[in-house]
């Protein structure tokens, strides 16, 4: 790679380029092959097999903490979309001290490794998510987990970031809307969504009304952006095109609806 980064050594060249790709609207990823479903993504994305349980880490930098209905919107969201028969368990883990934190992807990285600490539950598997108050005008993004492992085969888990800073309210659109929405849009991207040509660019959904969808241009404006500001409401929903994607031999029916 040319420009800033020819001079850095290879691993944080490596590293540099996962973080860049990630944060160009979120993480651009390959497609998986193989077969589609639950566990297949689950196994390239989110788990390390096809883990029957699930452990959520949270930890958070001082002045940042997670709003509790958005964490239970997302667990919500989770026993729908996920396969989980024995259980989800969330630890509201460390304090991060303030100065800790820089507006860097690198050193977001090397603060997730830090404090990652939650041990898998037996067949399980661990989803690890960083608050944070901010980087850029991103609201969130997310490294899967075996770009996680690449610097720390040890890691285990998919790591999603939330930036408080970008999620106050905007008239009635509360901050529990704004952050239960970055919530389960970055599980999306966790679970490999919006990673399939078909109906994805930029490794955002292109349906307006989707979840998955990246909230900045001219359809959004008007398909989105003004249904938001008026009726308070955020799609927490994954369309039908990205159901097909993980669920496509159930007919696109998630596991909590079968
Ligand atoms: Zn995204
Ligand atoms: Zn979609």
Do not use: Q
């Given at each position: 790679m040319r420009g800033p980064y020819?001079?850095?050594?290879?691993?944080?060249?490596a590293m540099s380029a996962i973080c860049v790709a990630a944060l160009v609207g979120c993480a651009h990823l390959p497609k998986p092959d193989g077969a589609a479903g639950p566990?297949?993504?689950?196994?390239?994305?989110?788990?390390?097999?096809?883990?029957?349980?699930?452990?959520?880490?949270?930890?958070?930098?001082e002045g940042t903490s997670p709003r509790p209905r958005s964490i239970g919107t997302l667990l919500k969201q989770i026993d729908?979309?996920?396969?989980?028969?024995g259980g989800v368990e969330v630890v509201l883990d460390d304090l991060i001290p303030r100065d800790e934190w820089r507006e860097d992807p690198r050193a977001i990285r090397q603060i997730a490794y830090r404090y990652r600490s939650q041990e898998a539950p037996e067949g399980g598997t661990v989803l690890h998510i960083l608050y944070g108050p901010g980087y850029r005008k991103y609201r969130g993004f997310a490294w899967p987990r075996w770009t996680m492992q690449e610097d720390d085969p040890d890691y285990g888990a998919g790591l999603m970031v939330v930036l408080q800073d970008r999620l106050k309210p905007i008239a009635w659109v509360t901050g529990v809307k704004q952050e239960s929405n970055v919530l389960v849009?970055?599980?999306?991207?966790?679970?490999?969504?919006?990673?399939?040509?078909?109906?994805s660019t930029k490794a955002h959904c292109t349906n307006a009304h989707c979840?998955?969808?990246?909230?900045v241009d001219a359809r959004t404006f008007w398909l989105y952006f003004f249904p938001t500001l008026?009726?308070?409401?955020?799609?927490?929903?994954?369309?039908s095109d990205c159901r097909q994607d993980l669920?496509?031999?159930w007919a696109g029916v998630p596991p909590g609806q079968r």
């Open positions: 020819a001079a850095w050594p290879p691993v944080f060249r566990s297949y993504r689950d196994a390239a994305y989110l788990d390390a097999g096809a883990a029957k349980s699930l452990l959520v880490e949270i930890d958070y930098v729908l979309y996920l396969d989980k028969p849009h970055e599980l999306g991207h966790l679970l490999g969504l919006a990673t399939n040509p078909g109906h979840l998955m969808y990246d909230g008026f009726t308070g409401y955020l799609p927490l929903d994954f369309c669920y496509g031999p």
